[in-house]
């Protein structure tokens, strides 16, 4: 009965057995379920699996990675400050803002200007 309502909605089921561990790696962490069930529908959108059953091994947090804040060096601040004709503290931003490329950091500050 359950194939034929599926049947009539377009899908059709087929089940894939029992995985030895389903790993499913999301942004902040990752699932493990060990021993489910995998069922597959397909339908005209694409293949859906169903997973049903097993035993959550562990739901790991991922420690995300901060990428450090950039600090330029007094040379690159004193050498933009130079050759863009800045303050140092306005050569030290527009370094961080160019992630440390010197010559971006110099032509923002000379079109900045005028």
């Known amino acids: 009965m359950q194939e034929r309502m599926l049947s009539s909605l377009g899908l059709s089921m087929e089940e894939l057995g029992h995985a030895k561990r389903v790993t499913i790696e999301l942004e902040s ?3 493990k379920i060990n021993g489910p069930t995998v069922v ?3 339908s005209q959108a694409g293949r859906i ?11 790991v ?3 995300v990675e901060e990428k450090a804040a950039y600090e330029p060096s007094p040379e690159d ?7 863009a004709g800045v303050q140092p ?3 030290r931003e527009a370094l961080i803002e160019s992630e440390g490329d010197l010559a971006r950091a110099i032509i923002n500050l000379k079109t900045k200007r005028g």
């Open 29 to 31: 962490k990752t699932i």
């Open 61 to 63: 947090e991922r420690e």
């Open 40 to 42: 597959a529908i397909n």
């Open 77 to 83: 601040i004193a050498l933009v400050a130079a050759q």
């Open 49 to 59: 699996y169903q997973i049903v059953g097993g035993e959550e091994a562990e739901a």
């Open 89 to 91: 503290e306005v050569a």
